[in-house]
């Protein structure tokens, strides 16, 4: 009950702090909102800016919304392309294309399921200028990984980016995404990794990009993993993937058990799990 009274406090102070000062929510108070209170503000918040994102190819805006109370940034990506066959710059064709929206919820829907959701901003469905699309928690950032690459900057805790990175690379083989990139990888302030858009995400592949990646897990993922219920995961996500799309999931959930299991066999299991 002292815990709840404490959060209850902490959020009333940064909000009056912010009602007063006349400034925004900063992306790093929201560890005071819940996941919950942030879904609610992102779905009915009214949006009061709008200017296109720096980055990316979708389309993708940065909205400024308001409650009122609260203010704060929020990523808009409404794309939805579906082709047969798409050719691409360099030369290269992908059969059954897909580039949408509706992926980026379905993998915070995963995320929730499988315990990758602290490593991702809150994904909901909202309309904006007659488009459907989703829109996810503006993060403040210090840089993404391509950057920090290029600069050859190294993380200040290795472990600890390591172990991150761990549990980054297992969703991403999840998920499978098909332009997973180091500009889709964020880096907070205090180095916490933060990944976003899966808009190529999904494919109907039954087997894993890169198993090799696959090299230690989360314990409490690994769990998770485990556990993934196909009819929850249905039911949650039927609305954003096809059955085709979620059967490859749950295969591929099966090929990264057994490979871990098999490496814990191998090794031992502290040598694998984290």
Excluded at 26 to 42: G, P, V, Y
Aim: contains cysteine; glycine residues 4%; aromatic residues 10%.
């Amino acid at each position: 009950m002292l815990r709840i009274r404490q959060s209850s406090l902490r959020l009333v102070l940064v909000i009056l702090v912010c009602f007063f000062r006349n400034q925004p929510l900063a992306a790093d108070d929201s560890a005071a909102l819940t996941k919950e209170q942030i879904k609610q503000f992102l779905l009915t918040a009214k949006i009061v800016g709008d200017q296109p994102a720096k980055k990316g190819v979708t389309d993708t805006r940065r909205l400024t919304l308001s409650d009122g109370t609260i203010t704060h940034d929020a990523s808009f990506q409404p794309i939805d392309e579906h082709t047969p066959l798409k050719k691409f710059a360099d030369g290269h064709t992908e059969v059954r294309f897909a580039d949408s929206y509706k992926y980026n919820i379905a993998a915070y829907i995963l995320a929730e399921l499988v315990g990758f959701d602290d490593m991702m901003p809150v994904y909901v469905e909202r309309k904006y200028k007659g488009n459907s699309g989703s829109l996810s928690w503006w993060l403040s950032v210090k840089m993404d990984d391509a950057t920090r690459f290029t600069k050859k900057i190294e993380a200040p805790d290795p472990d600890a980016w390591n172990n991150q990175m761990y549990k980054v690379r297992v969703f991403d083989e999840l998920v499978y995404d098909n332009d997973a990139n180091l500009t889709n990888v964020l880096i907070s302030p205090d180095w916490k990794i933060w990944r976003i858009d899966f808009s190529r995400g999904f494919r109907t592949f039954h087997t894993l990009k890169d198993p090799k990646d696959l090299v230690r897990c989360d314990r409490h993922m690994f769990e998770r993993l485990k556990a993934l219920n196909a009819d929850e995961f249905t039911a949650k996500a039927k609305t954003y993937l096809t059955n085709e799309e979620i059967q490859a999931v749950m295969t591929r959930r099966d090929l990264i058990v057994q490979l871990f299991q098999k490496k814990i066999a191998e090794k031992g299991e502290t040598e694998v799990l984290y």
